[in-house]
């Protein structure tokens, strides 16, 4: 079972640079996130989408646009990367946004990014 | 969301000890989930908790929803070198549609 995929695993970017991360999730779940991973900080809400058609900002939004294209996939774009948009990053799914009665979110593997 | 404070931040276990690690909230949650996340892999679920009170086992794992709503801990029994790690809990408000996550407890195992 493939669950949450997500590419790239790794990249480099000069700053200033854009990209794209992709991720996909085969489990027919409703609602899609994005993470970042710093040591020290545990995960930090980047942006999320509730369900299809809808995406709303997390704890860290700036710097970073997002999109839903389907119900299956949530992209990640950096416009502009910067050094302090070194990070792992992580995407993720659930069947619902009410983590009751059973619903828990599933990662995918992570991309490290580092921006020099 | 909101940072929950997970403590301990670090612990060095000698195998076959028993360790605990503990997560509380200002505010009270419906949900709380445990993750482990080995190097270079992303978090995946330990153990899921949805009632106040609730106990669940998982093997070795063991944790419980505290009966306040506001915290919850994690108990490993009997650890074993591929407990190494960093565990997050994770926790939803009822009126939010995002977990909050701690900022994890890395476990090495002491030589």
């Known amino acids: 079972n493939a669950g949450v995929t997500q590419t790239p695993k790794f990249q480099v970017l000069k700053t200033g640079q854009s990209m794209t991360l992709q991720c996909a999730q085969d489990m027919n779940h409703n609602s899609m996130y994005w993470y970042r991973q710093d040591p020290g900080m545990g995960l930090r809400l980047i942006y999320y989408s509730a369900s299809e058609g809808t995406t709303d900002k997390g704890e860290v939004p700036n710097g970073y646009n997002v999109s839903r294209l389907n119900k299956r996939e949530f992209s990640l774009r950096l416009e502009s990367a910067a050094p302090s948009q070194t990070s792992v990053y992580f995407c993720?799914?659930?069947?619902?946004?009410?983590?009751?009665?059973?619903?828990?979110?599933?990662f995918g593997e992570g991309s490290w990014l580092t921006v020099v | 969301g909101q940072q929950l404070n997970q403590s301990p931040q670090s612990m060095f276990i000698q195998e076959g000890e028993d360790v605990s690690m503990n997560c509380t909230s200002s505010?009270?949650?419906?949900?709380w989930l445990w993750y482990k996340q080995d190097p270079g892999e992303g978090p995946v679920l330990l153990i899921a908790l949805y009632k106040a009170g609730e106990l669940t086992s998982n093997g070795r794992l063991t944790a419980q929803f505290g009966i306040t709503r506001k915290d919850s801990f994690l108990n490993i029994s009997a650890s074993i070198p591929s407990d190494v790690g960093i565990y997050f809990c994770?926790?939803?408000?009822?009126?939010?549609?995002?977990?909050?996550f701690g900022a994890g407890t890395t476990v090495t195992v002491r030589a």
């Open positions: 993720a799914s659930s069947e619902d946004p009410y983590f009751q009665g059973g619903n828990t979110i599933y």
């Open positions: 994770a926790g939803h408000f009822p009126w939010d549609y995002k977990l909050s």
């Open positions: 505010s009270i949650f419906n949900t």
